[in-house]
């Protein structure tokens, strides 16, 4: 895309009171930082896919193996991610290791970004 194809102000004039109105309640740099970074987490789409399934459900590596045809060893590794991250948490049951949402601000992650792709 061109810098002309882009629609631009045609002369520059800043509207101060605005600026300083965002300026006053933008986040400081290390929380934009970690912003993007959990964004990053969702630019992968095996994580995406799993995010996806443990929106449905609780459940443990083998089954998210199996759901998507994955190695427990590739989904373990991107649980890895997505558990530092805090979009997963896990809790143990005998000799399995259960999965989910951490909380429900990733479900609502999840869910407005499938409404925004269906618009």
């Known amino acids: 895309m061109a810098l002309n194809d882009v629609e631009h102000c045609e002369a520059c004039q800043i509207h101060e009171d605005v600026v ?3 300026t006053d309640h933008m986040p400081d740099e290390d929380q934009l930082y970690d912003l993007a970074e959990v ?3 969702f630019g992968d789409s095996t994580r995406i896919k799993i995010l996806y ?3 449905e459900a609780e459940l443990c590596v083998c ?4 759901l998507l045809n994955m190695t427990q060893s590739a989904i373990s590794h991107q649980l890895r991610i997505l558990k530092q991250n805090r ?3 896990n809790r143990r049951d005998g000799k399995s290791v259960f ?3 951490a909380d429900s601000h990733v479900k ?3 869910s407005q970004g499938m409404e925004h792709i269906q618009e």
Do not use: E, G, R
């Open 20 to 22: 300083k109105a965002v």
């Open 53 to 55: 399934v443990l929106f």
């Open 87 to 89: 979009l997963v948490k």
């Open 108 to 110: 609502t992650i999840i």
């Open 63 to 66: 089954d998210i193996a199996q």
């Open 39 to 41: 964004f990053k987490v």
């Open 99 to 101: 999965y989910s949402l």
